[in-house]
Every structure is written in structure tokens, then in C-alpha cells.
């Protein structure tokens, strides 16, 4: 097992690696920018290193300076925990190159689901069912009209190097089909350098329900169920669920099973989540995500394990030791992202906060590296605390959910625990019956 290991990130993410770290008996280094100097993930660390200014480009996403940090302190392994450079397959490279260890998958398998046609290809061709579309990329107008001709409109155009939403059009009948396929290659060059795209069948109202895996260096992988990420603005998930109220036990496990020999075959190590669309009782792949994610604690909750340290676990080279019939799934978890912005318009609210009380009691956990007194810098991601709820049924939940919310004081800033309120006494919510378009049709509502 290692002894030291480099938490390359801040906030509720850097604290809950080093939370597993401690409890693994493993020596913790943080690294900050210089407006993180008196973050809770730096006060908590038995190390701390400075690696640059304000600006992710010059700290968080500094390669050299965290490489450095990491061969100064003699830390044996970086977790990159999720964003800045979780997905980087190069900084995986780099790290290995320096004889340290990526706490993540290899290099190769983080380029290879970063480029979302080779990702559908590979799935694809281990028999995870995906979205009607092109085979591949598509290289011109002529291609496009008779892909979309073949699958029938509307169709959605994306970019290779996309995801997350980025880089995406619609082109609902063949008259917008040029103006879209134009547009979506000058946007996927100018914000990615690759003008590849690929089109699919664009599904109207999907659910976003996404798979946790892990894999261990022995050819072991075992998933941990879905959850439901239905409910998000402008591609920021706000609340998530597992499992996903739409989701039967068989249905889970059938599509556990087709993922699960999907990896095996691929050689995959650590964690991952493919993302589905679930649409008429059939799962579409379309990406997957190499990384730890925001929304990992509701698949700890109802499956009772500590994802956080099975990834360093597994890095270290251990066995899983257990199979897919010893993971059993245990009730209903939610979470509530709560950010700094403004309930209503949704700008960003950095500062003081000045009193800080956090909820607790049976079921309910806070992920945040918040505190009375902490500044709420405005150069990062506006989310400050996560909120999870664990209970033995969906209902249960939705009700420890309202009490824990009402507990909860964070004075000096405005939060979007208000807005929570609101989505959790809605009884379109609460029917558990919602498409990804459900929360913009609600925010556009109040
Ligand atoms: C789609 C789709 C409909 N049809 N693909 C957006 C994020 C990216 N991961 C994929 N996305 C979508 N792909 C087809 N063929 C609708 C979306 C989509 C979406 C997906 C998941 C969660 C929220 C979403 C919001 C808008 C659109």
C-alpha cells in the first residue's frame, strides 16, 4: 500500500480523498493556489504545497508545479479526484513517467473514451447497445444528409472531442440539417482543435442514468448499479439518485452484466461510469467518464462501500476480493449539490460565509470543505457542499431529505439550498416520473 499520496485537487473532493487516506493509514499532501491558502483541504492535510496563482491554468491545472510538489514530498501515487486534470490522459503518462502512480485508469483508456466516437466504437464492438447513428466520424455534408436520411430526423450532431453536453446541435428536419453540421464543426474546432463530429438519433425525453464500475489490475470488474442524473440545467447535474426511480432490479442487473464483460474484455482498471440515455425501456450508450464523480457518495450509500478507497486500493495493485454477488444494494440515496449562486438567476455569489451550521442525524452526510469564516473564492466551481440523504425507500428519502435541508445554515452568501426546497416538495419530483428536461421546465416556472 502507498504512503503518501498527492491529492491534485481542492474543496469537498480534496477532503474526501484525504478522508479515505486516513482511514487507509496513508500520509496526505494538498496543493493550493494562493487563494486557497486557508482552505479546509490544505488545513486538513499533513502536507501542503503552494503550486501557483489563482487561476486553475497556473495551479490546479499546472502540471509541472504538481509533478514537482509530488517528487518533493516523496508521494508515491496522485489522485486527481474529478475535473482540472482527472481526464487528462497526458498528466496520467506523466505521472507514471515519473514513477508515481495515476490513481485512476491507464492513460490509454482516459484518451480513448476522451475521443467519444472511438469510445462508442469500442463499446459497440464489446455489444453495448448505443443510440442509431454513424459509423464514426462524419466528414461532410453529403455524409451527414444520408446518415441522418438513414436514422431519421431529428438527428444531433457532436463533436468527437465533446461531451458533457459541449458542442452539440440539433438538426430537427433535413432544412436545418447544414446549418447545423456547419456550426457544430467550426465550434468543435474552435473549442476543442478537432473539427471530428458524429451524428445520432436525437432522443426527446430521455433519463441520464449512469453505471459505476470498478475494476481491479487482475481482469476483475464488478458494477455498483445506476443513478439517475435526470435533473440538471445547462449540463450541471443539481440533484441525482440511486437508484434511479425508473430503474427495476433486473433491469439493473441485465445492464450491469453487458458493461461489466464490456470492460473485462477492454482491460479496464480502476473506476469508471458510462453514461446511458433511457429512453422506452431501452439503454443507449453515450460516453464514459474515467474518473471519480461528483455524485459517487449515493452509490456508496445504498451499496454501503467506500469507492474513494477502493480506487487507491486497486491502484496499489490489491484484488477486488469480491464478486458482483457480494455487492447488494440497500435503500435509496439522494443528493443535493449545493452551490453559491443565486436561487433564482443562478450568478455565482463567492465571499464570506459567516455562520455555518451543518444538518446531521440517521441517513444524512455532508460532503464540503465549508466553514463559519471561510471566503468563498470566485475563480472555481460554484459548488460548496454536497448533501446526501440515505434511507430504506425512495419516500423515506424525499422526507430526510425536507428535514435535512431545513437544518441547514450557511449565512454571508446566497445558496441554492433554497431552490432544493422547492424541487423536493414538487410533486412532479416527487413521482419520480422526470426526463432530463424536467428541472429547466421547473426553474423557468418560479
Ligand atoms: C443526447 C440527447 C438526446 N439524444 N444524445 C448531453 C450531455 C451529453 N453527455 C449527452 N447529452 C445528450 N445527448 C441523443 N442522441 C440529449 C442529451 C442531453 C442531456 C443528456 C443527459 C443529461 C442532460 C441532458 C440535457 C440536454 C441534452
Known amino acids: 500500500m502507498f504512503q503518501k499520496i498527492l491529492i491534485a485537487n481542492r474543496g469537498e473532493i480534496a477532503l474526501r480523498i484525504q478522508r479515505a487516506c486516513r482511514e487507509l493509514g496513508i500520509a496526505t499532501v494538498a496543493v493550493h493556489s ?21 487561476a486553475a491554468k497556473d495551479s490546479y491545472l499546472n502540471i509541472p508545479a504538481i509533478l514537482s ?17 482527472s481526464e487528462n490522459a497526458r498528466f496520467a503518462e506523466m505521472v507514471e513517467a515519473h514513477g508515481m502512480t495515476f490513481i485512476g485508469p491507464s492513460s490509454g483508456h482516459i484518451g480513448m473514451m ?3 466516437i472511438a469510445a462508442k466504437e469500442a463499446m459497440a464492438s464489446l455489444g453495448v447497445p448505443l443510440v442509431p447513428g454513424s459509423d464514426g466520424a462524419v466528414a ?13 430526423y431529428p438527428v444531433l450532431i457532436k463533436a468527437a472531442a465533446g461531451g458533457g453536453g459541449r458542442g452539440m446541435k440539433v438538426a430537427r428536419e433535413a432544412g436545418e440539417l447544414e446549418e447545423a453540421f456547419q456550426t457544430a464543426r467550426a465550434e468543435a474546432r474552435a473549442a476543442f482543435g478537432n473539427d471530428a463530429v458524429y451524428i445520432e438519433k436525437f432522443l ?19 458494477h455498483f448499479g445506476e443513478r439517475d442524473c435526470s435533473l440538471q440545467r ?46 422506452d425501456g431501452q439503454f443507449a450508450f453515450i460516453e464514459m467518464n474515467t474518473r471519480l464523480q461528483v455524485e459517487h457518495p449515493v452509490t456508496e450509500m445504498v451499496c454501503g462501500i467506500d469507492l474513494v478507497r477502493e480506487q487507491i486500493r486497486l491502484a496499489a495493485g490489491a484484488a477486488l476480493g469480491y464478486g458482483q454477488r457480494d455487492i447488494t444494494f440497500s435503500g435509496h440515496a439522494i443528493e443535493c449539490r449545493i452551490t453559491a449562486e443565486d436561487p433564482k438567476t443562478f450568478t455565482p455569489t463567492p465571499g464570506r460565509v459567516t455562520a455555518y451550521h451543518a444538518p446531521g442525524g440517521l441517513g444524512v452526510r455532508i460532503d464540503s470543505a465549508l466553514y463559519a469564516g471561510y471566503f468563498v473564492p470566485p475563480y472555481y466551481d460554484s459548488m460548496v457542499a454536497k448533501l446526501i440523504v440515505h434511507a430504506p425507500t425512495r419516500e423515506e428519502a424525499i422526507n430526510r431529505l425536507r428535514r435535512a435541508l431545513e437544518e441547514f445554515v450557511v449565512v454571508g452568501i446566497q445558496t441554492t ?23 429547466e421546465h421547473f426553474v423557468a416556472g418560479q
Open 140 to 152: 461532410d455534408l453529403a455524409e451527414a444528409r444520408k446518415v441522418a436520411s438513414r436514422i431519421g
Open 114 to 116: 476522451g475521443d467519444k
Open 234 to 279: 445547462r449540463h450541471q447535474k443539481l440533484l441525482e439518485e440511486a437508484g434511479s426511480p425508473a430503474i427495476s432490479a433486473t433491469d439493473r442487473a441485465r445492464l450491469g452484466e453487458t458493461a461489466t464483460t464490456a470492460l473485462r474484455k477492454l482491460g479496464y482498471r480502476n473506476a469508471g461510469t458510462l453514461e446511458f440515455l433511457y429512453q
Open 69 to 85: 510538489a509530488a517528487s518533493i514530498t516523496g508521494a508515491e501515487a496522485i489522485h486527481p479526484g474529478y475535473g482540472f486534470l
Open 204 to 222: 426527446d425525453r430521455p433519463r441520464h442514468i449512469e453505471l459505476q464500475i470498478l475494476a481491479d489490475n487482475h481482469g476483475e470488474v464488478v
Open 417 to 439: 439550498i433554497p431552490l432544493h426546497q422547492k424541487i423536493v416538495d414538487d410533486p412532479g419530483f416527487q413521482s419520480g416520473d422526470y426526463t432530463i428536461h424536467w428541472l
Open 34 to 54: 494562493t487563494a486557497d491558502s486557508e482552505a479546509m483541504h490544505v488545513r486538513l492535510a499533513d502536507e501542503s504545497v503552494c503550486i501557483g496563482p489563482p
